[in-house]
């Protein structure tokens, strides 16, 4: 999957950003060696919302939007990062998944939208299609929303200035206010999305993804759907003979009965004697922990294992027999 800033003489960068996937809970780091290693999970999401502010994910996590729309999360702080890119046009490769994004309006967050859908000079071969479901100066005005006005000295980047409409050139290129220091200084308007209440966000988030034809949620192809289901029978079937062997053994007190029956003929005191032969004579690199283990081991397999299954079948027939004569 590498491309891009890996062709930078092969420079490899740390992680800013995460990818949150719906319904597995797990968050990978977005750093070039992570991304280059990731596999997308078959059949369990098939959307990617890239997120401009990493503070959003826990309200949208709180709302279950990922887990609703089948839909992985992925922020960084601020700008996509050459990592972050890759991933989103990895998964977008053949309409696979779905990329939309969501972002403030002011000229960072366009430009945010812009460098995720086309060539930068890291990334001059990057392209895909990108969703965009906000927040743009027209929602802020059709909602009827006060922008905040700021001075800024930062450039809008020459770039994104063409594809801006009337409006949004007032909004970010604003007016000249003379020179602060020595910077050029602007009064420009923006609305973040920090702004909006959280039923406002969620609203808005819902409300476009509709708009701009999100696809369902996953289903797997027909001919692949009866062996997934049969795998999901059978683990979740074999955790129910599980359950049942532990009530119907009482399972935790016949290993707590067992440990204390077969205690004496592990030796236990010997674990100062086993810890200093593992680390002179065994693998100096193990803890503790791992050479009082690896003693045990070794001593069940090849002295106590045939003990212990003859105590265990005794304990199950008795257990069993007993069962039967109270149901009878």
Known sequence: MATGEERLAGVYYDPR??????HTGQAMDLGTRDVESYEFPSYTFNKLLFVEKRGQVPLLQAARIAERY?????????????AARTL????SEGAKYQVFCLHDADYPGYNILRTLREATERMPEHSMEVHDIGLTVEQVIAAGKTPETYNRTSKVPEKLIPLLN???REWFLGEYLGKKGNKDTYSSKRFELDDLTAPELIDHIERRLEELGVEPKVIPPIEELAGLTEGIYREKFGRWVENEINELLGLDDLKAELAEEFQERYKLQG???WIETEFEHGDDSKSWRDAVRGTLQAAHTTKHRDALRGALRERISKTVAAKDEDEE
């Open 17 to 22: 950003g995460k990818i949150y996937e719906p």
């Open 88 to 91: 989103l046009s990895a998964g």
């Open 271 to 273: 674990a100062p004697a």
């Open 70 to 82: 089948d839909m992985a999360l992925v922020t960084e702080a601020g700008f996509a990062t050459v």
């Open 166 to 168: 009337d409006v949004e």
